[in-house]
């Protein structure tokens, strides 16, 4: 719900078309949208005058279908959205279409933490959240106004305000933000201060009530009226402006109706060769001219002049006669363009012409990941299907980001099923994919493997405790296993109390499960501490008590029946991974005979070695856990598979090796055989 104030200024210009109730709501609102754009920005005072232009005529469009939303939660997600498509569209530069403006004010800096990551990191919290300390640090409510806003009591809504910023500590520590260092609410508080020329004010609130009065054309066109002045584009191809009346209030007898003003585009090209040519000449010099709306609108009109079938021929004549930058900046509208009328072909062009190449370099990811988000959004059944039928393609196979770019896309769908239908859904998606190993990266976002997906944190105790069970009939025993131990280690990490009254009501051999997950936890998120701006800073804690830990998994696992030799050998597989190589090894040589310490070597050295991306000195790591393997055999096959990618990756590093101390003869035999094989 809104606020009580908001409310009825909304409803009064809902039910009345009140242009005094709409200028107050962009009046009182505007700081924290325009604030929040030219952080998104850099400080482009231009862009985030745009910015807020579009979130405002979008408020005036759609006042009547808000319903009960905390409207200045609303605006501020509207406004990271938009301001998010302006980078994406590289429109950063002031516009040099309009008039200069008065009065303008710096973007707010903060040395502390770059904001924009902040920014990001509160969209991606649940709606509650978010709303709450937008409410709490934008607007400067205090607990009790925010409690009778949300339909909370003071105490509650204190809670969550400190909970809401715990999330966000753990979103930006995900992003390699060192937010536990930080007051999160020093830094947020003022954010919806921002000064706001009044001048601007006006503008925005009366281009949005002339443009939200207007419903029925079309929305590429939205922004024919400009930001920062009257002017509008009446012929965007050439380019030209006329001055529009001073404001005020169009009169009903003599004013033209907007889709009237609307410019025609010449007839759709369809076939003409010498067409596309003079046409890309044509997109080519509006996109020279500086990025501003009147450019894109110049360039949309360029757009629509190609029929969507001829997108790909456009794209082999323009690769001879286009710069690298004028494809990136071009071939993405375009495509989308023929997305939206045929996906499929779209899609099946782009893999098969590895456009993605031609326009970065390198490879497809970025083009082919944003065209596949664009088509779930519009069709997620038919956008799986394409996928699963293309699994085998060297360019979805190619490496991207932490694993391969297919795992990266059919993530996401796994985690919106899991997300908006459960995990039966989920796994109905994953039984698709034919590789056993793709199957469980495909979990990684539930089970908290992956950096880019934290679906687990979309989910609830019901659906949590579903994905434990659903893990037992995975058909890999070894892979359910490290899903299952990620899944409780990322959950007793970020929701410690839950977790804890799960564990107490579980079956005991679910009670071990859930404790492998908390031994595996490096550190804690401490006590939040109140600040004196009324926010509160957390600091993250590493966990102290490992020994203890390690006594409870051992008495969990006995009572559910498992052997002391099958017990330890669960827990070694969770130590590999929260404690150092040095640690481990001391673990393991003081359980020699206890437990089976070459079957926790081995998958140490095979997690190593099918991790993406090594970094510097990995492979080695991978020698040294290979190295003590007491099994003959097994020690000097895994031995020579890391060796052997140590030796791709660093030769000079790979035969230093050779000189190590206590290397076994054997290995050091066969190490240096395949240095003599390798030319």
């Given at each position: 719900m809104m606020t009580s104030h908001s409310n009825e200024t909304l409803r009064d210009f809902c039910l009345n078309r009140s242009e005094d109730a709409f200028r107050t709501l962009v009046r009182e609102h505007s700081p924290v949208v325009y604030g929040t754009a030219l952080r998104k920005l850099g400080g482009d005072r231009a862009a985030a005058q745009d910015v807020t232009q579009e979130v405002f005529t979008l408020l005036a469009r759609k006042a009547d279908r808000l319903g009960s939303v905390v409207?200045?939660?609303?605006?501020?997600?509207?406004?990271c959205r938009r301001a998010a498509n302006h980078v994406r569209a590289e429109i950063r530069r002031k516009r040099r279409e309009v008039l200069a403006m008065e009065a303008m004010v710096s973007a707010p800096s903060n040395d502390a933490l770059d904001?924009?990551?902040?920014?990001?990191?509160?969209?991606?919290?649940?709606?509650?959240?978010?709303?709450?300390?937008?409410?709490?640090?934008?607007?400067?409510?205090?607990?009790?106004?925010?409690?009778?806003?949300?339909?909370?009591?003071?105490?509650?809504?204190?809670?969550?305000?400190?909970?809401?910023?715990?999330?966000?500590?753990?979103?930006?520590?995900?992003?390699?933000?060192?937010?536990?260092?930080?007051s999160l609410g020093e830094?947020?508080?003022?954010?919806?201060?921002?000064?706001?020329?009044?001048?601007?004010?006006?503008?925005?609130?009366?281009?949005?009530?002339?443009?939200?009065?207007?419903?029925?054309?079309?929305?590429?066109?939205?922004?024919?009226?400009?930001?920062?002045?009257?002017?509008?584009?009446?012929?965007?191809?050439?380019?030209?402006?006329?001055?529009?009346?001073?404001?005020?209030?169009?009169?009903?007898?003599?004013?033209?109706p907007v889709s009237n003003r609307r410019p025609q585009p010449d007839p759709a090209i369809t076939s003409n060769e010498t067409s596309l040519e003079q046409l890309i000449t044509e997109v080519k010099q509006a996109n020279s001219k500086p990025r501003n709306t009147l450019t894109a609108l110049q360039l949309g009109v360029l757009f629509d002049r190609i029929d969507p079938s001829l997108v790909p021929e456009f794209i082999r004549l323009a690769n001879g006669r286009m710069t690298a930058g004028e494809r990136?900046?071009?071939?993405?509208?375009?495509?989308?363009?023929?997305?939206?009328?045929?996906?499929?072909?779209?899609?099946?062009?782009?893999?098969?012409?590895n456009v993605g190449k031609q326009v970065d370099g390198h490879s497809s990811t970025n083009l082919l990941n944003n065209l596949f988000a664009a088509w779930v959004r519009r069709d997620r059944g038919a956008s799986e299907s394409?996928?699963?039928?293309?699994?085998?393609?060297?360019?979805?196979?190619?490496?991207?980001?932490?694993?391969?770019?297919?795992?990266?896309?059919?993530?996401?769908?796994?985690?919106?099923?899991?997300?908006?239908?459960?995990?039966?859904?989920?796994?109905?998606?994953?039984?698709?994919?034919?590789?056993?190993?793709?199957?469980?990266?495909?979990?990684?976002?539930i089970a908290g493997l992956n950096t880019w997906e934290q679906s687990w944190s979309r989910g609830d105790r019901r659906k949590w405790l579903d994905f434990h069970e659903a893990l037992k009939s995975f058909s890999d025993a070894g892979l359910s296993s490290d899903l299952s131990r990620s899944f409780w280690t990322t959950l007793s990490q970020e929701r410690p109390d839950e977790v804890l009254e799960i564990q107490r009501m579980?079956?005991?051999?679910?009670?071990?499960?859930?404790?492998?997950?908390?031994?595996?936890?490096?550190?804690?998120?401490?006590?939040?501490?109140?600040?004196?701006?009324?926010?509160?800073?957390?600091?993250?804690?590493?966990?102290?008590?490992?020994?203890?830990?390690?006594?409870?998994?051992?008495?969990?696992?006995?009572?559910?029946g498992l052997t002391e030799y099958q017990v330890l050998g669960e827990i070694g597989r969770v130590l590999i991974d929260a404690r150092s190589s040095d640690e481990c090894f001391k673990w393991l040589d003081a359980r020699l005979g206890e437990m089976d310490v070459d079957d926790v070597l081995a998958a140490k050295v095979r997690k190593l070695a099918n991790a993406s991306g090594w970094s510097q000195g990995q492979e080695m790591i991978a020698v040294d856990w290979a190295r003590r393997i007491s099994n003959d055999d097994l020690r000097v096959r895994l031995g020579r598979g890391a060796f052997r990618k140590a030796l791709s990756r660093s030769p000079d590093a790979a035969a230093a090796y050779l000189g190590s101390e206590g290397l076994p003869s054997e290995l050091a035999a066969e190490f240096q055989s395949i240095l003599d094989e390798t030319p």
């Open positions: 409207l200045g939660g609303w605006l501020y997600r509207q406004a904001t924009r990551f902040l920014d990001d990191a509160l969209v991606a919290l649940p709606a509650k959240d978010r709303d709450a300390l937008v409410l709490r640090f934008f607007e400067g409510k205090d607990f009790k106004l925010l409690g009778s806003t949300l339909g909370l009591s003071e105490e509650a809504a204190r809670k969550r305000v400190a909970r809401a910023l715990e999330r966000l500590a753990g979103n930006l520590k995900r992003k390699g933000v060192a937010a536990g260092a930080i830094t947020m508080t003022g954010y919806g201060q921002t000064q706001v020329p009044s001048q601007i004010v006006s503008t925005v609130a009366e281009n949005a009530l002339r443009s939200g009065a207007v419903s029925s054309f079309a929305p590429a066109f939205s922004l024919l009226v400009p930001v920062a002045c009257g002017i509008v584009a009446t012929s965007l191809v050439a380019g030209t402006v006329r001055q529009l009346p001073a404001a005020g209030p169009p009169s009903p007898t003599t004013a033209t990136v900046s071009i071939y993405p509208k375009l495509l989308e363009k023929w997305l939206a009328a045929d996906p499929k072909a779209a899609m099946d062009f782009v893999l098969l012409e394409w996928l699963l039928e293309n699994w085998e393609n060297p360019v979805l196979r190619a490496e991207a980001f932490e694993g391969s770019l297919r795992n990266f896309l059919v993530t996401k769908l796994v985690d919106e099923r899991f997300a908006n239908e459960g995990i039966a859904s989920a796994f109905e998606l994953i039984q698709q994919i034919p590789d056993i190993e793709d199957q469980a990266a495909a979990l990684g976002g579980a079956e005991p051999l679910d009670r071990f499960q859930i404790s492998l997950g908390w031994l595996g936890v490096k550190y804690l998120p401490g006590e939040m501490t109140p600040t004196l701006s009324g926010g509160y800073t957390r600091r993250s804690t590493p966990v102290t008590d490992q020994t203890g830990r390690e006594a409870a998994a051992l008495a969990d696992g006995l009572a559910a």
